[in-house]
């Protein structure tokens, strides 16, 4: 006999046929899409990066550094190439700009396939001459150009939204009190004596390259490209970056204190030896030209917390030092920040720059500048003291290191790019950035208290290119306009007498900041 359903156990069971079917189709389309690709010189080329964007998009399989160009999945642009009017390009000059973005594009296409779990048919190497083909196309195709360049733009890091609901103009006041509360105390720290029995020190583990041969590579003639970008071979980099690395000298030999290499373990990362320090090739323009940038990342595994509800501290820390060179080669300016953004510090050479306060406003930063030691080889390899635990920065100087340390640990110079695609234990490669520029697991409590800023997650370390260095405005480390726009550059005429007298910091008159015209930066 037929039965009879009663209504609510009819409704019921459409209920869950409707369920069901939303679930479906949901999953469908929560399935990822395969951005376009803009065909390239062959029909073969085009299905080839078609076909390895879709892998990659189906694992998951992100990279955060450089921004993308919709169409175009082999070019990345950085701050620097999206800082040209790029309408205005010759195609000699679209060659030279095409030819750093593919670079970038091919450095994270790499990464990318060396965290695929099942190995990729196309060969990268096929990928990036098809690559090369339609780059050479877009320099000389008008059309092609204005069509790409209507694409490019690097969005700042700031997440304007949360400004707006969090009340930002109202709470800044409240901001830059805390801000120049905390950076005051970083300048009273600066050049105090920090090194004792128990301090150790971390050198470059190459040989200091020749002098003379490293001045020549700024100084051949095809060290600049058409677009006045400083442009090296990879020995000549390197020789450059071994040149500059800097020596560090940690407080203390607490485990936090030593610098290391991140390691995927037990879920979660971590910092253990050997000591390397992680080096990028970056620009700034500095008066109409463009001056080479040397970027040495040190990672530690903790800031350690002194009580539970400590706001800074958690897990991995680390510092940036950046090296500033001239024209000739010779070193402009150092400064430092940490892999959050955080405590940005300037160390100008006094006889060489000095801040604009015109341009600051109410900006907060924190300008340290140093007296040029009589042995100008010695400013090559400055000694970068750091508080323990903190991190800070508490002294940078030029003479040899304290009696007390009578052993160097050596630490290795490795590119940036390792960063991107690690292996684990078993082998498999994985990056130590989340597709969003995050380290996963770093997360600080400020983000709570800092949420309406605007900046994602504060205190927690972050990629290159994503490092919002201010709370009050908005400024990022790769801001390739930085130095033209806070400061000025020393005639002769006015440079400090014997300014090559003293090999130490010039501690005793530093940038001081006033309520009016704070010269202090973030957290």
């Known amino acids: 006999m037929l039965k009879l359903c009663r209504p609510h156990q009819a409704f019921n069971y459409n209920l869950l046929t409707l369920m069901f079917m939303v679930w479906v189709v949901g999953g469908c389309a929560g399935q990822p899409t395969t951005p376009p690709v803009m065909s390239l010189t062959s029909e073969a080329c085009t299905t080839a990066w ?140 600066f050049a105090e004596q920090t090194d004792n029995a128990g301090a150790r020190q971390f050198s470059p583990g190459l040989p200091e390259p020749d002098a003379a041969l490293v001045t020549s590579i700024l ?142 406003g109410d900006e907060i930063m924190t300008v340290l500048p140093l007296r040029a030691p009589d042995n100008q080889q010695a400013m090559s390899r400055p000694i970068v003291h750091l508080a323990s635990g903190t991190h800070y920065v508490a002294n940078v100087s030029f003479s040899p290191p304290p009696k007390p340390i009578t052993e160097s640990t050596p630490y290795e110079l490795i590119h940036y790019d390792r960063l991107r695609a690690l292996p684990d234990s078993k082998g498999v490669y994985r990056s130590l950035f989340l597709p969003n520029g995050l380290v996963a697991g770093t997360e600080r409590l400020e983000r709570f208290l800092l949420w309406g800023t605007g900046v994602l997650s504060p205190g927690a370390m972050r990629q290159w290119s994503h490092h919002a260095t201010a709370f009050i405005g908005k400024r990022h480390f790769d801001d390739p306009d930085l130095l033209n726009r806070y400061f000025e550059p020393v005639q002769e005429s006015e440079g400090t007498p014997g300014s090559g007298q003293s090999n130490q910091v010039h501690h005793s008159r530093p940038y001081q900041f006033t309520p009016q015209r704070p010269f202090l930066t973030n957290n």
């Open 50 to 189: 078609q076909d390895v964007e879709r892998q990659l998009q189906q694992a998951g399989i992100q990279d955060a550094q450089g921004n993308r160009i919709p169409g175009y999945p082999y070019l990345r642009v950085n701050r620097t190439l999206a800082d040209f009017d790029l309408a205005a390009l010759s195609p000699a000059e679209r060659h030279d700009w095409l030819y750093h973005a593919l670079y970038n594009g091919e450095r994270a296409l790499r990464v990318r396939l060396a965290r695929l779990e099942k190995r990729h048919m196309s060969d990268p190497g096929w990928l990036m001459h098809c690559a090369t083909q339609q780059v050479a196309v877009l320099a000389t195709d008008a059309r092609q150009w204005a069509d790409l360049v209507a694409n490019v733009q690097v969005p700042d890091a700031y997440l304007d939204w949360r400004r707006t609901i969090g009340a930002y103009p109202l709470i800044r006041p409240v901001l830059a009190y805390q801000v120049r509360r905390l950076q005051a105390s970083q300048v009273n720290l």
């Open 219 to 360: 100084g051949h003639e095809r060290s600049r490209d058409r677009l006045g970008l400083p442009v090296f071979s990879r020995e000549g980099a390197e020789k450059l970056l071994s040149y500059h690395a800097p020596h560090l000298i940690m407080a203390t030999d607490n485990p936090y204190d030593r610098p290391g290499t991140p390691r995927w373990k037990d879920s979660r990362w971590v910092i253990e030896p050997p000591a390397r320090a992680y080096t990028l090739i970056t620009q700034v323009r500095w008066q109409n030209q463009w001056l080479p940038q040397l970027v040495y990342v040190f990672w530690f595994d903790e800031r350690p917390k002194p009580h539970p509800l400590d706001i800074y501290g958690g897990r991995l820390d680390g510092l940036i030092w950046r090296v500033t060179l001239d024209e000739n080669g010779q070193v402009l300016m150092y400064d430092s920040v940490h892999p959050c953004g955080c405590y940005h510090q300037w160390y100008p050479l006094q006889d060489r720059l000095r801040l604009n306060p015109d341009a600051v």
